[in-house]
């Protein structure tokens, strides 16, 4: 199938601020330490940005940092194209200096940040990454790469993956100049693709990957109403990825549409105890497989608020783990992902 080959789409669904503040909860655990590994900012899904990511970090958690994960927000408009995407990086470092600035003081906010550059590009992509590195002031982390790409249909704002482009020569080239820059590599895949994240981990051991929204475990085209098929599959593939120890898996994500969980024809938005039982044994099993200094929960916001407000989606995490011991907590909500991602919070 070529990549312009019309195919159903998946639409996410925003329901709206009143939706949202429909449910209200009180906050579960607020004194633990949380760092927010996954977010956005964007015009898209209802729009999200700096005011609105601050609302949600205090609305009741300790929310002590965030890493923004790049959602081709703000890319350049004019020269070179490969360099376009280090607009990105520049708009968000605008946005964190004036919060700096208005706030007069370090929120937190993007502490850490994955920008995009295409690794297809091969060698010819270090010079991106040395422009990204520069833009970030210091913030920049790591590349995201959005492999995820499914024969009977497309999805999300960003530009349809080539077929097995984790396989493809240039990439691997392009891939293998993220250890010059001391990058990590965020990797967004659907659960039907894993076994070549499994075969790009081996092949490149010195860089650390990161599986976004728990491997990808797909509920919509083929699998709708298949869940347990589904759930068989990515399981015995992220069984196969736990074997890499250079891989860390992202606890969250599952409100984007491919998981295939609706919520739009509720008055109300699911409680934690709903998501927790609903989503909890995913996520449990993620931890047996990993263990916690491989796992970080994540809110993949503003893309999750079809599901629900940031704060009842911590809580919802808070529940899965409630039995875990002080140090399990503090790994899986905060310690995983400062140190994944190389965070100085000092």
């Known amino acids: 199938m070529s990549n312009s080959e019309e195919v159903p789409v998946i639409q996410h669904i925003y329901m ?47 929310v002590e940092a965030t890493v923004y994960i790049q959602c081709a927000y703000g890319y350049r408009t004019s020269g070179p194209e490969a360099l376009k995407p280090v607009g990105e990086v520049e708009k968000v470092v605008e946005i964190v200096e004036a919060l700096q600035s208005s706030e007069g003081r370090d929120l937190g906010v993007a502490a850490g940040i994955v920008g995009y550059a295409d690794l297809a590009l091969g060698e010819r992509v270090d010079e991106v990454l040395g422009e990204l590195v520069k833009a970030g002031k210091g913030r920049v982390r790591g590349i995201r790469y959005s492999a995820a790409r499914h024969p009977a249909f497309r999805h999300g704002v960003l530009s349809r993956a080539l077929p097995d482009i984790l396989q493809d020569k240039n990439f691997r080239e392009g891939f293998a100049c993220l250890a010059r820059h ?55 593939k992220i069984k196969r990825l736990a074997e890499c120890e250079n891989v860390v898996m992202k606890l969250g994500g599952l409100g984007t549409a491919v998981f295939g969980y609706d919520f739009s024809d509720r008055e109300t938005p699911p409680s934690s105890q709903e998501l927790a039982a609903m989503w909890g044994p995913y996520f449990k099993t993620c931890i047996e497989l990993f263990g916690i200094e491989r796992c970080m929960f994540e809110s993949n916001f503003p893309v999750d608020r079809s599901i ?24 899986l909500f905060h310690d995983t992902a400062a140190r994944v991602y190389r965070l100085n919070l000092g």
């Not at 001391?182 to 499994?198: K, N, P, R, T």
Request: with cysteine; aromatic share 12%.
């Open 182 to 236: 001391g990058l990590s590599f965020d990797c967004w895949a659907y659960h039907q693709q894993l076994d070549q994240v499994v075969e790009l981990a081996r092949a490149f051991p010195e860089i650390t990957l990161v599986v976004d929204h728990i491997g990808g475990l797909l509920g919509v085209g083929p699998y709708k109403g298949k869940r347990g098929e589904a759930q068989q599959e990515w399981l015995t």
């Open 16 to 62: 709206g601020r009143e939706w949202l503040d429909s449910l209200k909860e009180e906050t579960i655990e607020p004194d633990l330490p949380i760092i927010d590994p996954h977010h956005h900012f964007s015009e898209h899904w209802g729009g999200y940005f700096g005011a609105d990511l601050l609302d949600d970090m205090r609305a009741g958690h300790r």
């Open 308 to 331: 629900g407000s940031y704060h009842v989606l911590w809580n919802a995490f808070k529940r899965m783990v409630a039995d875990a011991a002080p140090h399990e907590k503090a790994a």
